[in-house]
């Protein structure tokens, strides 16, 4: 009794790979009856909060306004009291937010990602789509109230500013730079809207009525190479600019009316400063911990509320009358990223953490995998997370808040995790307790993190650890670069030493490393020709295949398996030894002695840059999911292949029991059934 995948649809067009390789393989076209597939659910669930402020709220009440992401995201609006929901808004065609602001009207604005869309809700209209305010722009970074009604904005991949009024639309201030593709921050003050870019860091003043721009000098000492704008708040007549990314970096102060730099403090965590209190101080969190700052006298005063975690950085901070015991007149108040809201007060010192009332919305899976003990494991996209499932039930027996997954693979007794940003690579023991400092502490943390952090690469400019395989008794891990960076890192990684074996950049000139297969002491590794980010052009015309050996930490070939592709994101062996890869709509089999490639099936035209291919030694069949559009199945031996399934299928593994498991968006399935054959 054998494994073969029900067809759901059939009719894949083969073609040959080369002059004198095996004949083209046909395609089945009888479809079975019968229910294979097994919908798990949603595995991952969890609020992520990114952009967000304190402003007024349905009935004139002060509120913790915060868009949450999902599908669709959410505005909403939080009693600062109590934490519990006062609004929840449909955002409809947006996955989530990093801009939020209010206008002094008292409307808010809120300008997506994915989509580069301007929401505004107002409480007699309710929320409206305004649309793209830059149609070549699919990200808004950052909005910023103006006078009125008015708003201004920042976008990629085009670098823009951008203002709307309701009175007039919206205006294209065009683009600040062309060192830029980011206005990853903008403010507003006086007339003047700021915005800071990606690097080289660069803060530019323009004036909302001209529309002239003006580069404000880089702050005495700072270094704007490889540091992002990445904050940008006025405050006070001061503006507070957060040098770096989304770890705690540098905040230079520039007054406004002086037109100089006053000061810099380290360690400032994002997004916001406080609006000022009655004496010109601001609020923010520096060094794990809310502190006052006077910019009249530079003095930071600290708070003693501790802020804990890798990502500490507030969503939207402001002032609000609680009328609570301990909170006389205003305090200052917050959310976090998770779902908890902060508060303060400055009379009395007290201080709390509040679960709010926000909802968790579904993740999309992007890992998954078969971990050591042989549960499932799945990671999820930007507000990350981390299920275990029982292979057997299909049950969720753990889930923990964690980082963006790039990639998951069992080696040696142990889950690796490779994270999103700064190319993180963890390790987790399932049977250790679950520890992470950074994410989900336990309420009695343990003396050993678990995931433990392994290394990274942000010293060389990687920011996803996109492919990991064990290989042999050392795993290989490839990654992607930062913006305006190429060239990815392999590295071998001696879990027994505890140590990098061996790490080299560029292994193929400026592509970066998405897929890892290994066979006999060799590592074969698929590339892309992009980076880690959209934004950076790429130099190669063609995705590469190339073979590395681990003893002598050294390239043995490249070539080109298929050409005019801009990527591999795939490769596996199936039990004749055979590599196996997916490049667009092109599936290819390589003769790894030969160096060259025996088989090519064309699936279509595609030339998309995603893909997963999966052997199944329990029906010796290859899985794979193919542009976003289906899961297919392909016998390299009968030489047929069919469409499993239709859907939006970006992540796809195999267990040992031969189930294949697949995601379309947030919800896992399962392929259970067999028939004879």
């Not at 409809?92 to 604005?109: K, L």
């Not at 997004?271 to 910019?295: H, M, N, T, W």
């Not at 009379?347 to 899976?365: N, S």
């Amino acid at each position: 009794m054998t494994l073969i995948p029900k067809l759901l649809a059939a009719g894949l067009a083969l073609t040959t790979a080369l002059t004198g390789a095996p004949p083209p393989m046909s395609a089945s076209s009888t479809a079975e009856p019968g229910d294979r597939v097994q919908d798990l659910g949603v595995p991952l669930q969890d609020v992520l909060l990114i952009g967000g402020t304190v402003a007024a709220g349905p009935g004139g009440g002060t509120v913790l306004w915060g868009a949450s992401s999902g599908a669709p995201a959410h505005l909403n609006a939080v009693d600062p009291a109590t934490g519990a929901e006062v609004a929840r808004v449909d955002l409809e065609g947006a996955a989530g937010s990093w801009a939020v602001d209010a206008a002094p009207d008292g409307s808010v604005y809120v300008g997506t990602y994915g989509d580069g869309r301007l929401y505004r809700w107002s409480e007699q209209g309710g929320v409206k789509d305004l649309g793209r305010p830059v149609a070549s722009d699919n990200f808004i970074w950052s909005v910023a109230a103006g006078e009125g009604a008015t708003v201004y904005g920042g976008t990629s991949p085009g670098g823009r500013l951008f203002g709307y009024d309701p009175a007039t639309g919206f205006r294209d201030y065009g683009r600040l730079s062309a060192a830029h593709a980011y206005v990853r921050s903008v403010s507003y003050a006086g007339g003047k809207i700021f915005a800071g870019t990606e690097a080289p860091a660069a803060v530019f003043e323009v004036d909302a009525a001209t529309g002239a721009a003006t580069a404000l000098p880089t702050p005495p000492g700072l270094d704007p190479a490889g540091k992002w704008a990445y904050d940008v708040n006025a405050a006070g007549g001061h503006l507070y600019v957060r040098y770096g990314a989304a770890a705690p970096g540098p905040l230079h102060v520039w007054d406004i009316a002086a037109r100089t730099w006053t000061h810099a403090l380290e360690q400032a965590h994002g997004l916001d400063v406080s609006p000022p209190d009655e004496q010109g101080g601001v609020y923010f969190v520096k060094a794990g911990e809310l502190v006052r700052y006077d910019p009249r006298t530079k003095a930071v005063t600290p708070t003693g509320m501790p802020f804990t975690g890798r990502v500490a950085n507030t969503r939207g901070i402001g002032w609000a009358e609680l009328g609570l015991p301990d909170y006389p007149g205003k305090s200052v108040v917050g959310l976090l990223w998770r779902g908890l809201m902060f508060r303060y007060n400055p009379q009395t010192g007290a201080r709390a953490f509040v679960q709010t009332g926000v909802r968790g919305e579904p993740i999309d899976i992007t890992a998954i995998s078969e971990g050591p003990d042989g549960r499932v494991y799945t990671g999820g996209f930007l507000n990350g997370g981390f299920a275990a499932l029982d292979p057997a039930t299909g049950q969720r027996e753990e889930f923990h808040t964690f980082s963006q997954s790039e990639d998951m693979v069992t080696h040696a007794g142990k889950l690796y995790v490779g994270a999103y940003p700064e190319a993180r690579v963890y390790a987790y023991d399932p049977e250790l307790p679950w520890n992470s400092t950074e994410y989900s502490p336990s309420p009695e943390p343990g003396p050993v993190p678990n995931p433990a952090r392994l290394f990274d690469f942000a010293a060389d400019k990687q920011i996803r650890p996109r492919a990991m395989v064990s290989a042999g008794r050392y795993l290989a891990v490839g990654t992607m670069p930062d913006l305006g960076h190429l060239g990815g890192v392999l590295a071998i990684w001696d879990p027994a030493e505890g140590k990098l074996k061996h790490a080299q950049r560029n292994v193929v000139t400026d592509q970066s490393i998405v897929s890892l297969a290994y066979r006999d002491g060799i590592v074969y590794g698929g590339t892309s020709i992009y980076s880690g980010q959209s934004a950076t052009p790429p130099t190669q015309p063609e995705a590469k295949l190339f073979a590395w050996s681990v003893a002598r930490n050294r390239l043995l070939w490249e070539i080109t398996p298929a050409p005019g592709k801009p990527a591999i994101p795939a490769l596996t062996f199936d039990d004749r030894g055979r590599l196996w890869g997916i490049a667009g709509g092109t599936v290819f089999g390589v003769d790894t002695g030969e160096r060259k490639v025996v088989t090519t099936v064309t699936l279509s035209g595609s030339k998309s840059a995603g893909g997963q291919l999966v052997f199944n030694s329990a029906d010796r069949l290859l899985y794979g999911a193919h542009a976003g559009a289906e899961v297919f199945w392909l016998d390299p031996r009968r030489r047929t292949h069919g469409v499993l399934r239709q859907g939006a299928v970006h992540q796809l593994a195999v267990h040992r029991s031969g189930e294949v498991y697949f995601a379309e968006g947030p919800r896992l399935f399962k392929l259970e059934a067999k028939r004879t054959g």
